[in-house]
């Protein structure tokens, strides 16, 4: 099992809908967990950061942590074509050894379509 | 507060030749990385630093790869001699500290031909 995963898509939506992006961790012992946005040619920028249990809202993004279940959501509402990107998803607080480590997933693709 | 910044943005260099890529963090970042980023993967961590300290190094090509972090603030990244498989996107970021989400610069695209 990889440590973070997240499925490649493309996730495509109708201008409007929700989004709906999926992360799973391997180490319960994970701490932290972040959600970045990636335009094609550009880097990652951060969007949300959750580190309890439960939903953290933010404008039309919620992040949604369920540490006994190991997965962290992020959600978009009204989804726009600007959302258009991949979603990369980071846990902080991997075990690696006797260090801990922050981990990314591959990333999701998300197209909006007008 | 001013992002993170990196230069140069483009390389292109020919197999064999040396290159060098620098970054400045966020004023008051103690933590600093360098990731390498390839076409459709994730970020692939390099190196981490701890203020002045370089503190996970298992993922740098020790053979032609070097970094350091003059006085915990700017940091340069090296290779010599490059590879064609050097070519990737290599990405400075820095944090608060080690639990702080990471802020990323613009980047510099390496080509290597």
């Known amino acids: 099992q990889k440590e973070v995963e997240q499925n490649s898509g493309p996730l495509s939506v109708p201008e409007g809908a929700i989004a709906s992006l999926n992360c799973t961790y391997s180490d319960r012992g994970s701490q932290s967990f972040f959600w970045y946005r990636q335009y094609s040619g550009k880097s990652p920028e951060l969007i949300m950061s959750i580190y309890s249990n439960g939903d953290k809202e933010d404008g039309r993004f919620t992040a949604q942590l369920n540490k006994a279940s190991q997965y962290v959501s992020l959600l978009i509402r009204d989804s726009q074509p600007s959302d258009s990107a991949t979603y990369l998803c980071?846990?902080?607080?991997?075990?690696?050894?006797?260090?801990?480590?922050?981990?990314w997933g591959l990333g999701t693709s998300l197209a909006v379509n007008p | 507060e001013a992002g993170v910044v990196q230069s140069p943005r483009y390389k292109i260099i020919e197999k064999k030749q040396p290159v060098a890529f620098w970054c400045n963090p966020i004023s008051g970042h103690n933590t600093l990385y360098w990731y390498r980023q390839n076409l459709g993967q994730g970020p692939e961590l390099l190196i981490r630093y701890e203020n002045e300290e370089a503190v996970d190094d298992s993922q740098l090509p020790k053979d032609r790869f070097s970094a350091e972090r003059l006085k915990g603030v700017d940091s340069t990244l090296k290779i010599q001699p490059a590879e064609l498989g050097d070519s990737a996107v290599y990405l400075c970021?820095?944090?608060?500290?080690?639990?702080?989400?990471?802020?990323f610069g613009n980047g510099t695209r390496l080509t290597v031909t």
């Open positions: 980071a846990v902080n607080g991997v075990r690696a050894g006797n260090n801990r480590k922050l981990i």
């Open positions: 970021a820095s944090s608060l500290n080690r639990d702080s989400p990471l802020h």
